[in-house]
Nanobody, 124 residues
């Protein structure tokens, strides 16, 4: 059974940093593309970053480019999202998602497997 479990969310002041983790189990991490998505109240889910576990290639949404860094540890089957220079508009539930690596994608329809999410709140 594929499982994705996010952690690391919390409350932080604007300008601060957080690192999210996504622990994966039930599949071979090396063969998958893993993504981070977020959803704020009343807004659509937004794909913000993804990484190919096979070759390490990455993609970022413009809204987080230069502030967030995605990485993965294939040995630990864990995905990370380092978030720096956080802004109040980054406040959202953050979700990791995974699917077979057919290429990088920031569209939620691309992914079949989802975690339950972790809340990030950035105060001004």
């Amino acid at each position: 059974e594929v499982q994705l479990v996010e952690s690391g969310g919390g409350l932080v002041q604007a300008g601060g940093s957080l690192r999210l983790s996504c622990a994966a189990s039930g599949f071979t991490f090396d063969d998958y593309v893993i993504g981070w998505f977020r959803q704020a109240p009343g807004k659509e889910r937004e794909g913000i970053s993804c990484i190919s576990s096979s070759d390490g290639s990455t993609d970022y949404a413009d809204s987080v480019k230069g502030r967030f860094t995605i990485s993965s540890s294939n040995a630990k089957n864990t995905l990370y999202l380092q978030m720096n220079s956080l802004k109040p508009e980054d406040t959202a539930g953050y979700y990791c998602a995974a699917d077979i690596d057919y290429g990088l994608a920031l569209e939620e329809d691309w992914y079949d497997y989802w975690g339950q999410g972790t809340q990030v709140t950035v105060s001004s």
